[in-house]
């Protein structure tokens, strides 16, 4: 005999090798005995009849009445398709299971702490890919929008956005703001899973239950106080680069900080916002800001 086995193909349903190698032998040669099997693949008697009882079980073979017992193989198709069914029925009722486990594990205001980078990147990692409809972040590095949809909103550190290129990322990033030092940092998932930092390699897990809900207020707070960094296009009298300086200016920075920002000299700073002034009829930043503000510029 060659001694060559074909790559299994059943194991994801729960079919173990050396069973689908006898299911196999039995699809070659329908009606076997048990002596026939066992010759076919050369086993001991009692490893094909543990096999045997295996496909028997899984409904990958039917014995036939009288003696000697010969085996019949189930069609693959509906074989198969009655592996998968089950399959899918294990699989709901361990999501049942779980949602069981979590709610007995996370009682109000109960959390996890993670500790080690890369559980603490695993776990970052996790959350936004369960992400079903927001995601809410306080931090000083941009996240990348994320593809399938999710709405992420994301309050950054001002002196984080150092260069032109930080400003850059950041838009991309989707919905986002700045603030001149973020208190701490903070991702939410859905509103019902916080992510909270406390010292190096150290991670915070809350559950849904008062303090999340202060921390999901406190967000909600610090972006109203945040600055856009990707303001709506409007028709009205400031271009999208003239707004993106206003919203800088309204965040307190200098011309000198904003130039830094922005790539661009000092003067050209102070001779656009001068234009700034004239365009929104304003005669100082503040004035501008709220005018600004009024005609939705800078939302």
């Known amino acids: ?3 060559y086995r074909p790559a299994p193909l059943l194991e994801a349903l729960g079919v173990c090798s050396e ?6 032998v039995l699809l070659a040669r329908p009606e076997s005995t048990a002596t026939d099997l066992a010759s076919s693949v050369d086993w001991p008697a009692n490893r094909v009849g543990r096999h045997l009882r295996s496909l028997l079980s899984l409904g990958l ?3 036939t ?9 189930a069609v693959p198709e509906a074989a198969v398709e009655l592996l998968a069914l089950r399959k899918q029925a294990a699989i709901v009722e361990a999501r049942l299971g779980a949602a069981v486990l979590t709610a007995e594990f996370r009682q109000p205001d109960a959390f996890t702490v993670i500790r080690g980078a890369e559980a603490i990147a ?4 996790q959350a936004q890919q369960c992400a079903q409809a927001e995601v809410l972040v306080l931090d000083r590095v941009p996240y990348v929008a994320d593809p399938r949809g999710i709405t992420y909103r994301a309050i950054y550190d001002m002196d984080s956005l150092s260069q032109p290129g930080d400003l850059a990322a950041a838009r991309s990033s989707g919905c986002c703001r700045m603030l001149r030092d973020v208190p701490l940092k903070l991702v939410v998932v859905d509103r019902r899973t916080a992510l909270l930092p406390t010292a190096p390699d150290v991670v915070v897990e809350l559950g849904p239950g008062s303090l999340l809900d202060a921390l999901v207020r406190l967000f909600d707070l610090l972006w109203q106080q945040a600055s856009p960094l990707a303001p709506a ?8 680069a003239d707004q993106q300086l206003l919203s800088l200016a309204a965040a307190g920075l200098t011309d000198q900080a904003i130039a830094r920002r922005l790539g661009v000299a000092q003067r050209t700073v102070e001779r656009r916002m001068q234009r700034i002034l004239k365009a929104l009829d304003a005669t100082t930043r503040f004035q501008a800001g709220l005018r600004a503000g009024q005609q939705g510029l800078l939302v």
């Not at 695993?122 to 990692?125: A, T, V």
């Open 61 to 63: 073979a039917s014995r």
């Open 233 to 240: 296009v409007s028709e009205g009298p400031l271009s999208l």
């Open 19 to 24: 069973d689908e190698q006898l299911y196999r």
């Open 1 to 3: 005999m060659h001694n």
């Open 65 to 73: 009445p009288g003696r000697p017992a010969r085996y019949v193989p």
């Open 122 to 125: 695993q776990r970052f990692y």
